[in-house]
């Protein structure tokens, strides 16, 4: 597991810190380096930037039910699509960015499951 200690506790600054920022470096302490997209204008009806470029970032999509540690987490939180991403760090805890918040760890609670609409595990 990525030493993620650095990634909490950052101001949400589109585009910056955000969602797809966090994944990209906490992947970037498990040595994978994936690339950086702009970012949709309109956060509230635009797609999700990790489910369109997923498969070229060479993640697979699995069962909710087989999640694991270091997977990616798509949800749908007050948007259209969705376009939220978390990484699972198991035992019930997600690392994530939210919308004009601090990055943060926080439980996998009943809401975060409910809005969880994919999941996602970078192959090897």
């Known amino acids: 597991m990525a030493n993620y200690k650095s990634l909490v506790g950052r ?26 997209y702009e970012r949709p204008k309109d956060l509230i ?3 999700s930037i990790f489910l369109d470029q997923a498969k070229n970032c060479n993640f697979e999509q699995i069962d909710f039910e087989k999640r694991n540690k ?16 978390a990484i699972f760090l198991g035992n019930d805890r997600i690392l994530h960015q939210k919308y004009k918040s601090l990055s943060c760890i926080e439980n996998y609670n009943a809401y ?13």
Request: charged share 25%; net charge positive; with cysteine.
């Open 112 to 124: 975060y499951r409910r809005s969880t609409k994919a999941v996602f595990r970078y192959a090897k």
């Open 45 to 47: 009806t635009s797609k």
């Open 70 to 85: 270091n997977d990616v987490l798509i949800m749908k939180l007050g948007t259209k699509n969705p376009m939220h991403a």
């Open 11 to 36: 101001q949400w600054l589109y585009g910056k810190f955000d969602c797809y920022t966090i994944v990209r470096d906490y992947y970037k302490l498990l040595g994978i380096f994936m690339p950086d």
